[in-house]
Structures are given as structure tokens and as C-alpha cells.
């Protein structure tokens, strides 16, 4: 997730783009809640004199003090413990920091209680449209009472805490009533948009093992209805564990025999029943893909994002009862997890269905302007594609609502932050915020009371020790570094599914650097405070925010007879795009021809994701591997960004030091 530029260095003083005024930053509920943990915790006094030395001085106490800062987050927002916790942490130590042992809460439970207000349970939780751009309402009441009913249905279908429980679905309604219900009973929630196809899915489902999946029988994308209903059945005919499939009829289709209908289950009246859990019981379980093997299945509990969100969303984001948060999303990406996290500040929550740019670029600000979006998230793809696409939407529609637009999913380059500051309002708010799936949070992003530097992220976040490492394990400042964090964050998994003794966890985030969290990220924290992300440093392939391991790719694209072996590169580029080259060793007497070409993306496009087909497929003389046979990704993506080989690789690890010429040369040649 997030933002790039040359990182500043201490002799240079740049201009903020925008500076919150005295009014915006005496409202904000971060000044509020420095206020009152003042008197309550012992925090610093906001200073709103100097905002930048007062957040400054917050966010150190919230990392040296990390237990005053969490007790002080769970009173601010009212958090309710049907037991009390016997301390905030047991165990700081990472992996395995114990947090609010004894606690037991329910996620949903928070999520809904706005629906528990006589004067809000008539107005929108959320407000959802597709291509079609008419848009529905669900009042808190009426979630309510859908996430009661469907949690009741779930429950005399066997569910019990623990259980999983699937989504095949698209950023509709039913997903989130799905999600909230599944987390009413104690169950696990897991979720995939249907443009995966089956392989991909199941990748994902069959290590879980869910009991109920939620179904559609197709999506309408591009100003087109896709029929899903044959990925359906295989998905049914995969998964031994099913003991229901329920149906969605998205495009009228009626339900498969064997299935229930989802009208059914949603229609009952009854009050709402929320299983008390431990603070570390599961929430859901999201994927992320390393460079071999199966996705990770990354597991978070109901506590942990309870809290981080209601401090991202709260105090970051600044959102409450007023707002309506909308963010471009797919139910496969975590960023929808946190969309729906908007719930927790009370703000209405903006889903839309549909592919952002259609039937025009600028579909996205049309979406904004007839919701009344206050809080506008978006990838910085689409800034970039905007800004190319010559978009106006400051001119072309009525934005006045939006206070806030937020960015992630890859870098915002300077142009971006110009951009969005230019054509859509000039005192605006840029939030460009980076984080990840691993922790479905920010590490750092917005803070509504400090200025926006171009291609820079405001501060790191509260409670997150942010630091950039050299690769002696040195905290640099001023200079790019592994992002590292050297406390734990409620919001870190718990553990991985099917990773008994937690040795893929370790060696995901702390082999480098044992005992603090290395994320994978090139960062820079500068002598101001400010952030810039660099884009990963690792081979995670992250496209339009959707990541995926380059296995994924290789497992599909060398079941073709003509592909020997491939290796697959992603590289941020200076200008925010992002180049995803597909290098292929073809098999003795096949030719790299058109018709290949698009077999390869067709293969891609129907078994993995289409956000996965690469921009260009090259053939080469053969594909480098480190002694132990493992495929150099990480060597070659340097390379590629123009790092000499003797910087990028130790040469006594390559079966073929001359293979890596190759890459070399191409990367000299496309300058």
C-alpha cells in the first residue's frame, strides 16, 4: 500500500502542499483524544500551536508507552469486554505477543451498534451501487436485523466459533451481512472476488476448509454480466467441508439444486445474538502470496483488528457518524476488510461493484459525487490513470462533500499528489497510506492535523514503532531502509492457517532481523517525520493492490507443454505505473509466437486473476536459480531497476551466473 519521491534531506525544506487549518485541526478527534489521554493516561497535551510537535510527541509516548496508549484507545471508544482483560499486554515479544488476556468481545457487536441508536437506526449503513449507478440503501436497523437472521440461520446450520465460513463474492451488501454474521457466531471469515477463477480460489479455500460458501452466480464488470455458475459448481465439487452453499442470485439465475437461498436466510426477525470470544479468537483469514508454495493464509483475531481499526478509522481517518467512506475495492483485497471497518466509527459505508473505470475513466468521482462521499479512497493507479486520461473532476462534478482522498495499493508519485491537489480541490486532504494485508492496517498514512508533503506520507501511526533499518540492523533516518516494526501491532496474525508450529510466520517477517517485524517494503523516514514507501523488497507481485505469489503464476503458466520454465518480475516504476514482465525458457521446438502469447494470458486471465496478466512475455536462454534450485526473483527485480550484478547478487549462490546477463542487458537497453 502507498507513496514515492526522492527522500528530503535535512538541509532541504519543503513547502507543505496543504496545511490543515486552525479549525480542522482543533476538531479532529485525534486532538480530542490527545486531550483527554492527557488527563486520563498521562499522554503529552496536544499543542495546537505547533500540530506537528504535538502529534510528534504522541506518537512517541504511543510507542514508548504501548500499554497507557492501548487501555487509552479501548476507553476513547468505548470498548465492551464482557470479561475484563487482566492486563492490555502479557507478552510483547514477536511473534507471539499476548494481548488482553481474559478479554472476551465480539467484533460484530461493535460494528453494529449505531443500530442500537433510536435517532440512527432509520439512517444508512450503507449505501451500494454497481455499472448501473442506482443506489440502494440498508439502514443500521435493517443490517441489524439481516446479520440476525443470517447468524441464527448459521447457527442451526452447525456453525460454532471456530468454524470457517466462505465468500465468493463481489463488494455487495451480502457480503458485509455475510462477514458480520459469520463474526455474530464466532466463525471465521474468509473471502474471494469471483473474477479469481477456480484454481486460485481453491489455492485458498481447501487450506481453510470452510462449512458454509456464499455464492454469486456471476458479476457485472466492464459493462458486461459474467456468468460464474460453472466456477461455482467446481468450487462445490472441490471443497469436501461444505455443509451448505448459499445462492445469490447478482444476475437472476436461479439457485442450483442443493443450495439455499439467500432471500430465506436474511428474512427472519430476530433479535441479535453476538458469541463473547476471547480477544484473540479469529476473525478472518486473508491471503497473501510469498515467492513459493501455497498462499499464506494469514489469520487475525476479533480484538486485534477491533481495535486497530477503530484507531485507523477513528483517529487517522477522522471518521464518525457524519461521514460516508467509500473506497474502490474487491472482496479479495484487504482493503475491503477495512472499508467495512468504517462501520466501527459509525460512518455510513459506500460500497460499488463494478470496474473503476467504466463507462468512462472518471466513474470513480461520479460514484463520489452521488453518494456524498466525505472520505474517497482509491488506488494510486487510478490518480494516475485519471491524470493520463486528461480527468477533471473537480470541474465535471460536485465534490464539495469530499474532505479526504486517500490512496494505497502501490506508490503515489508526486504527480499524483499535484494532480489530486489541482484538479479535484485544493484544500483537500491527501491521505496516501501504506500497510498491508499481513496486518490489515497502516503502518503509516494519514493524520488530519498535519500537513501534506508532495510524494510523502504524513507520519507513521499511532502506536507503530516505524522504523527504516540498514541491512546491519541500524535505524537509518533520511536514507532507504527495510521497513521495520519493533513493536507489536494488535492487528499482527495471530498465527497462519495450517502452520502448526508457526515456522512459515517466522520465517515471513522475522529471519531477517529476529524479533521485530520486516515487512518487505523499501522505506524512508525523514528528518521531519514524513514517510516515503519505495515499493516492495521482496517478490510479491502487487497489482492494482491485489497481491499475488509469483508461484501462483509459474504453477499455471507451465502446465502448458510449450513453457519449459518462467520466472515472473514486478517492478514499481518512477512515474506510478507498474511493469510485470513474464520471462519464459519454451520448451525445445516451440516458437514465442502471437497465438502463444495469448494462451499464456488467456491461461492467466481464466485460472489466476486478470489484474495478473503481464505486460510483456519474453523469451530467454534459460531461468536462474540459487544452488538449492530456488528460482532468483528478488536479484533479477534489481537488475531490472538497474542495480549492477555485482551489487544485486553474490555470484557463489547462482547455478548460472550467465543467465543473469541477460536481464542485465535488457535492463541497460530499456534505459
Given at each position: 500500500m502507498s507513496t514515492t519521491s526522492e527522500p528530503a534531506t535535512p538541509a532541504q525544506t519543503p513547502r507543505p502542499l496543504w496545511r490543515p487549518g486552525p479549525d480542522r485541526v482543533n476538531d479532529a478527534q485525534v486532538t480530542r483524544f490527545q486531550t483527554w489521554a492527557a488527563?486520563?493516561?498521562?499522554?503529552?497535551?496536544?499543542?495546537?500551536?505547533?500540530?506537528?510537535?504535538?502529534?510528534?510527541?504522541?506518537?512517541?509516548?504511543?510507542?514508548?508507552?504501548?500499554?497507557?496508549?492501548?487501555?487509552?484507545?479501548?476507553?476513547?471508544?468505548?470498548?465492551?469486554?464482557?470479561?475484563?482483560?487482566?492486563?492490555?499486554?502479557?507478552?510483547?515479544?514477536?511473534?507471539?505477543?499476548?494481548?488482553?488476556?481474559?478479554?472476551?468481545?465480539?467484533?460484530?457487536?461493535?460494528?453494529?451498534?449505531?443500530?442500537?441508536?433510536?435517532?440512527?437506526?432509520?439512517?444508512?449503513?450503507?449505501?451500494?451501487?454497481?455499472?448501473?449507478?442506482?443506489?440502494?440503501?440498508?439502514?443500521?436497523?435493517?443490517?441489524?436485523?439481516?446479520?440476525?437472521?443470517?447468524?441464527?440461520?448459521?447457527?442451526?446450520?452447525?456453525?460454532?466459533?471456530?468454524?470457517?465460513?466462505?465468500?465468493?463474492?463481489?463488494?455487495?451488501?451480502?457480503?458485509?451481512?455475510?462477514?458480520?454474521?459469520?463474526?455474530?457466531?464466532?466463525?471465521?471469515?474468509?473471502?474471494?472476488?469471483?473474477?479469481?477463477?477456480?484454481?486460485?480460489?481453491?489455492?485458498?479455500?481447501?487450506?481453510?476448509?470452510?462449512?458454509?460458501?456464499?455464492?454469486?452466480?456471476?458479476?457485472?464488470?466492464?459493462?458486461?454480466?459474467?456468468?460464474?455458475?460453472?466456477?461455482?459448481?467446481?468450487?462445490?465439487?472441490?471443497?469436501?467441508?461444505?455443509?451448505?452453499?448459499?445462492?445469490?442470485?447478482?444476475?437472476?439465475?436461479?439457485?442450483?439444486?442443493?443450495?439455499?437461498?439467500?432471500?430465506?436466510?436474511?428474512?427472519?426477525?430476530?433479535?441479535?445474538?453476538?458469541?463473547?470470544?476471547?480477544?484473540?479468537?479469529?476473525?478472518?483469514?486473508?491471503?497473501?502470496?510469498?515467492?513459493?508454495?501455497?498462499?499464506?493464509?494469514?489469520?487475525?483475531?476479533?480484538g486485534g483488528i477491533l481495535l486497530e481499526h477503530l484507531k485507523q478509522t477513528g483517529l487517522h481517518m477522522d471518521l464518525g457518524p457524519q461521514d460516508r467512506f467509500f473506497w474502490y475495492t474487491s472482496t479479495g483485497w484487504m482493503m475491503w476488510n477495512f472499508l467495512v471497518g468504517g462501520l466501527l466509527a459509525g460512518s455510513t459505508i459506500v460500497l460499488y461493484d463494478g470496474s473503476p473505470g467504466f463507462p468512462d475513466t472518471g466513474a470513480q468521482w461520479g460514484v463520489a459525487e452521488r453518494t456524498g462521499t466525505t472520505v474517497f479512497g482509491t488506488s494510486a493507479a487510478y490518480v494516475i490513470a485519471c491524470r493520463k486520461a486528461g480527468v477533471h473532476p473537480g470541474r465535471d462534478h460536485d465534490l464539495s462533500a469530499v474532505k479526504c482522498v486517500a490512496t494505497t495499493g502501490s506508490p503515489l508519485p508526486p504527480d499524483g499528489f499535484r494532480w489530486i491537489h489541482d484538479e479535484v480541490k485544493e484544500d483537500l486532504w491527501i491521505a496516501s497510506v501504506s500497510g498491508g494485508t499481513d496486518v490489515c492496517s497502516c503502518f503509516a498514512g494519514g493524520v488530519p492535523t498535519l500537513p501534506v508533503y508532495i510524494g510523502e506520507l504524513q507520519a507513521p501511526c499511532l502506536g507503530t514503532d516505524l522504523q527504516a533499518w540498514d541491512a546491519y540492523g541500524k535505524p537509518v533516518t533520511d536514507e532507504v531502509g527495510e521497513l521495520i516494526v519493533t513493536n507489536p501491532m494488535p492487528s499482527m496474525p495471530i498465527h497462519f492457517w495450517n502452520d502448526p508450529d508457526g515456522d512459515r510466520y517466522r520465517e515471513s517477517y522475522f529471519e531477517m532481523f529476529p524479533g521485530v517485524w520486516r515487512h518487505g517494503d523499501w522505506i524512508t523516514l525523514t528528518s521531519r517525520g514524513t514517510v516515503v514507501i519505495h515499493g516492495r523488497s521482496d517478490s510479491t507481485l502487487n497489482r492494482q493492490g491485489v497481491r499475488m505469489g509469483s508461484a501462483d503464476i509459474y504453477e499455471v503458466v507451465e502446465r502448458l507443454p510449450e513453457i519449459r520454465e518462467s520466472l515472473v518480475i514486478g517492478i514499481e516504476q518512477p512515474d506510478g505505473g507498474y511493469w510485470m514482465p513474464l520471462f519464459v525458457q519454451l520448451a525445445d521446438g516451440a516458437e514465442l509466437d502471437d497465438t502463444l502469447r495469448d494462451k499464456v494470458k488467456r491461461t492467466i486471465r481464466e485460472q489466476l486473476s486478470p489484474r495478473h496478466v503481464p505486460d510483456e512475455i519474453i523469451p530467454v536462454p534459460g531461468i536462474p536459480h540459487t544452488l538449492t534450485g530456488k528460482r532468483i526473483e528478488v536479484p533479477v527485480k534489481k537488475l531490472l531497476q538497474g542495480t549492477p550484478l555485482a551489487k544485486a547478487v553474490n555470484p557463489g549462490s547462482v547455478d548460472d551466473i550467465g543467465l543473469l546477463a541477460f536481464y542485465e542487458e535488457l535492463a541497460r537497453t530499456r534505459g
Open positions: 488527563g486520563h493516561h498521562g499522554a503529552p497535551a496536544a499543542d495546537l500551536a505547533d500540530p506537528v510537535a504535538g502529534y510528534a510527541a504522541l506518537h512517541a509516548w504511543s510507542v514508548r508507552e504501548p500499554e497507557a496508549f492501548w487501555r487509552a484507545v479501548v476507553e476513547w471508544f468505548e470498548v465492551r469486554f464482557s470479561t475484563p482483560y487482566e492486563t492490555v499486554l502479557a507478552d510483547p515479544s514477536m511473534p507471539g505477543a499476548r494481548w488482553f488476556p481474559g478479554a472476551t468481545l465480539n467484533y460484530a457487536e461493535h460494528a453494529l451498534r449505531p443500530a442500537g441508536d433510536p435517532a440512527r437506526a432509520d439512517a444508512p449503513a450503507l449505501l451500494h451501487l454497481d455499472e448501473r449507478h442506482d443506489i440502494g440503501e440498508t439502514s443500521w436497523a435493517a443490517l441489524r436485523r439481516q446479520v440476525a437472521s443470517l447468524a441464527h440461520e448459521l447457527r442451526a446450520l452447525g456453525v460454532r466459533p471456530g468454524d470457517r465460513v466462505s465468500g465468493y463474492l463481489p463488494n455487495i451488501p451480502q457480503a458485509v451481512v455475510a462477514l458480520l454474521a459469520t463474526a455474530a457466531v464466532g466463525g471465521v471469515w474468509t473471502s474471494c472476488a469471483p473474477d479469481f477463477g477456480a484454481r486460485s480460489v481453491l489455492d485458498r479455500f481447501q487450506q481453510v476448509e470452510p462449512v458454509v460458501l456464499f455464492t454469486v452466480d456471476g458479476y457485472r464488470y466492464g459493462g458486461k454480466e459474467h456468468d460464474r455458475t460453472a466456477v461455482v459448481a467446481e468450487l462445490r465439487a472441490e471443497l469436501p467441508s461444505l455443509r451448505a452453499v448459499v445462492h445469490i442470485p447478482l444476475l437472476g439465475t436461479a439457485a442450483p439444486e442443493g443450495t439455499l437461498e439467500w432471500d430465506t436466510l436474511v428474512s427472519g426477525d430476530r433479535e441479535p445474538a453476538y458469541e463473547q470470544v476471547p480477544f484473540d479468537h479469529p476473525l478472518w483469514v486473508l491471503y497473501s502470496s510469498g515467492t513459493t508454495g501455497l498462499p499464506k493464509a494469514i489469520v487475525q483475531s476479533q
